[in-house]
């Protein structure tokens, strides 16, 4: 019976060992290494409106944005993004339309009114990539009021058998400065997607979150900028 024993220990310890020079065992390798630091540029359309506007593309004041950037990657998916923009921001209203048939006359008439609102931002967007491509942003932006305009445009079009006339009445003026606080910060949030190594795309909404008149009425919710951007950027 010791004999017998003793024969399996030594077959089960030869087959363990035998296993054991089977296995060889699997190295992965990690690469955490960081992107490098890239400098770039970016520009882009705005479409920009108040706080106390209903969203609409009537309400919609169009303008552009365009700056430098500079993205500081702090691991494989994540990587700091400040920048400096040139930013149009502002609102426009539509303050009457009328279409008016008399006989064989239709007479078409709009009154609408646009703020102009010129800024400095620096947006600080904190991005997160999924994917290697893909990326979602989010972070403050701090901005320096410029200058601005206000624009009224009276538009009457009218139209007799076919043949169509129209007359444009317009006024513009310069906001007073000490009319909106100069600075204004904001909350963004965005996504974008790498074309390529150098070219992408991007989209971003920034809603204010401070008062931008420096008189406004006691009692009267904050008058706030809201604006929805889409542009393009280029890393070097």
Do not use: C
């Amino acid at each position: 019976m010791k004999k017998l024993f003793l024969g399996l220990a030594v077959a089960a310890g030869s087959l363990a060992f035998a296993q054991e020079t089977k296995t060889t065992p699997t190295v992965t390798t990690v690469n955490n290494q960081k992107d490098p630091i890239r400098f770039g540029i970016k520009g882009g359309g705005n479409a920009a409106s108040f706080n106390d506007q209903d969203v609409s593309l009537n309400n919609q004041k169009l303008g552009f944005h365009a700056g430098v950037f500079v993205n500081i990657p702090l691991s494989q998916k994540l990587s700091l993004q400040p920048e400096v923009l040139y930013n149009q921001l502002g609102s426009k209203s539509v303050l009457s339309s009328t279409d008016v048939t008399n006989g064989s006359t239709t007479v078409k008439t709009k009154n609408d009114y646009s703020t102009t609102l010129n800024y400095v931002s620096v947006p600080l967007m904190l991005q997160m990539r999924p994917t290697k491509n893909f990326y979602i942003e989010a972070g403050p932006e701090f901005s320096y009021f410029i200058n601005g305009k206000n624009k009224g445009e009276s538009r009457v079009e009218s139209t007799t058998a076919g043949v169509t006339s129209t007359t444009t009445t317009s006024v513009s003026e310069t906001i007073d400065k000490d009319d909106i606080k100069k600075f204004n910060v904001g909350l963004g949030l965005g996504v974008g997607y790498d074309i390529t190594h150098n070219l992408g795309i991007n989209a971003r909404y920034v809603n204010s979150l401070t008062n931008i008149e420096t008189n406004s009425p006691k009692g009267d919710d904050a008058l706030t900028n809201r604006v929805f951007q889409l542009g393009l950027n280029y890393k070097f």
